[in-house]
C-alpha cells in the first residue's frame, strides 16, 4: 500500500484506524515506551507543556484516582505521607506560601502572590521588620497580612509586610493600624 492509499485510508476510516494503531501499540508496547523516551527527552518543555494539559483536562478523574490509590493501599500512602512530609521539611516558605494561598482561597479574599514578588519585597523593606525595625533573615523573616485574611484581606503583595515571628505573632488578627496603636500605648 503506498504512502497516498494509505493516507487516503486513515481518512475515510479514522475509527478502524484507531483500532489497528491501538493494537499495533498493545503489541509493541516496549518499542512504542522506547520511542517515547526518546522524544519526551529530545522535548523537554513541550513534554511538560503536554503533560500539564493532559493534567487540565483530566484532573478531576486523575484526583479521583489518586484518592482512590491512597485509600484502598496503605503501603503506598505511608510513603506518600513520608514523600509529603520530606518535601514540607526541605521546602518550609514554599510551604508556608500554599498554605496561605489555600487559605485565601479558601475564605474567597482572593489575591496572590509570586515567591519573585516576595523576595523582591525582603530586599525593597533592608530585611526589618516593618513594625520593630530587627534585622531578619530568610531564617527569621515571616510574611504578615497587614489586613488579616480572617478580616477580608487579600493574600496580593499589596497587604504583605515584613515581620519577625514575635511581631507576627502579637499582631495576631489586628489591622496595621490597630497593632500599631497597641503597641505605642
Not at 530586599?123 to 534585622?135: K, N, T, V
Not at 490597630?178 to 500605648?185: K, M, N, T
Request: charged fraction near 40%; include cysteine.
Amino acid at each position: 500500500m503506498s504512502a497516498e492509499a494509505s493516507k487516503r485510508y486513515r481518512l475515510a476510516h479514522p475509527e478502524r484506524w484507531r483500532e489497528i494503531r491501538r493494537r499495533w501499540r498493545e503489541r509493541n508496547r516496549e518499542s512504542e515506551r522506547a520511542k517515547a523516551k526518546v522524544w519526551f527527552d529530545a522535548h523537554p518543555e513541550r513534554h511538560k507543556e503536554l503533560r500539564r494539559r493532559h493534567y487540565r483536562k483530566h484532573a478531576e478523574e486523575i484526583r479521583r484516582k489518586e484518592r482512590d490509590h491512597l485509600a484502598s493501599d496503605p503501603v503506598y500512602r505511608s510513603r506518600k505521607q513520608a514523600s509529603t512530609r520530606r518535601w514540607a521539611a526541605a521546602n518550609l516558605a514554599r510551604r508556608r506560601a500554599l498554605e496561605t494561598k489555600r487559605e485565601a482561597k479558601r475564605r474567597g479574599n482572593g489575591g496572590s502572590h509570586t515567591a519573585i514578588e516576595w523576595v523582591t519585597l525582603c530586599w525593597a523593606s533592608g530585611w526589618c521588620c516593618s513594625y520593630c525595625g530587627i534585622r531578619l533573615t530568610t531564617d527569621t523573616v515571616t510574611r504578615d497580612h497587614r489586613t488579616a485574611l480572617s478580616r477580608g484581606g487579600t493574600d496580593s503583595i499589596e497587604n504583605i509586610a515584613l515581620a519577625c515571628r514575635p511581631c507576627n505573632n502579637r499582631k495576631y488578627t489586628k489591622t496595621e493600624t490597630e497593632f500599631r496603636a497597641a503597641v505605642q500605648s
